[in-house]
């Protein structure tokens, strides 16, 4: 039995789940090596493992040393995401280290697609049994390989370049829309009550930020002394960059929108909550906060504050120009 065949058996029995609908075994760069469950066709299995891994690389990006998995939750189905490279595995990371076949920069992960009611405490105990089993696999093999899994030939390529080639479009659209979202003191004032009052209610907070279309933060509380503010600016950017990329993986999978998503770290969690094309998004220690608690209390206040979004979003209106109008405007003046 070859070593992809074994890693195919551990991901069968977390397909075994009630309520997992498919596995996948993927690279860093969007490669997949092995998965087990029915897909669509057989080009889904790339299209989704190169959006779990933009998702991926983000998430590492956000917390290099201690990242458990993501999980990105919607209406039809849950996706969850963890590192084969876990923190939590000491022993057999340093064995893979010691072969050559992994390193500290995260080279591999699992995604799994489940029902929206799945039981989540089944399928964490089962991967985590999983990952352990495909190290092991991975050590006892005596394999040191590492990315790209991959080949392709000459041909391959020249298909793949193909594959990108666009035809020509004459008919260009000229408008552009000049809208961005801005805020009235008043509605400023009530979204800074609601995050004072998130500070109230959540103890060990590190920080908490609204962002809005394009990664601006439109408010925000910072706590933790070790962050610096500037450095929020871009935690705030990478955070909104993860869930479109979150969004678009969920509508790969399931047509559907991502309406919340978990990164599950060693000493804390981050929750990013959408909010239309905002987000609201939190970094909140463990040491005085259960995860069932705080799950309980986020969706108060993320509807709060996209209440107050949308009402100022009403409040302006939205318009737009003809760039050819404009120029021709300028000519004749």
Known sequence: MNLKEKIGIHLDQIKQLKGVENAVLTQRDGNPIQSSGVWFSKDEIFNVSSATSAIFNVGIHLHPNDLKYILIEGKKAKILIAPLNSPIHYSLNKLLVDQGILDNKHEYF??????????????????????????????????????PLIQFDHQKIQNIIQGFSIKENHNIDCKLSPFSLSFSERISIELRKVLNNFNTAIPDLKYAYITIEGGFIASKILKSQEIPIYQLDNISAMSY?????????????????????????????????????????????????????IRLILPQFSKKINNLIKEASELQEHRSFDIKTLLGELVIK
């Open 110 to 147: 699992i995604a799994i697609t489940a029902q929206p009611d799945t039981n989540l405490g089944g399928i964490f105990l089962q991967t985590g049994e999983c990952l352990k089993n495909i190290k092991t696999s991975l050590i006892t093999s005596g394999e040191s390989f590492k990315p």
């Open 241 to 293: 960059s993860l869930f479109q990329t979150a969004n678009r993986c969920a509508w790969l999978l399931k047509k559907m929108n991502a309406d919340s998503i978990l990164l599950d770290c060693n000493n804390s969690f981050q929750f990013i909550y959408g909010l239309g094309k905002s987000i609201f998004s939190t970094e909140i220690g463990k040491s005085r906060q259960r995860l069932g608690l």
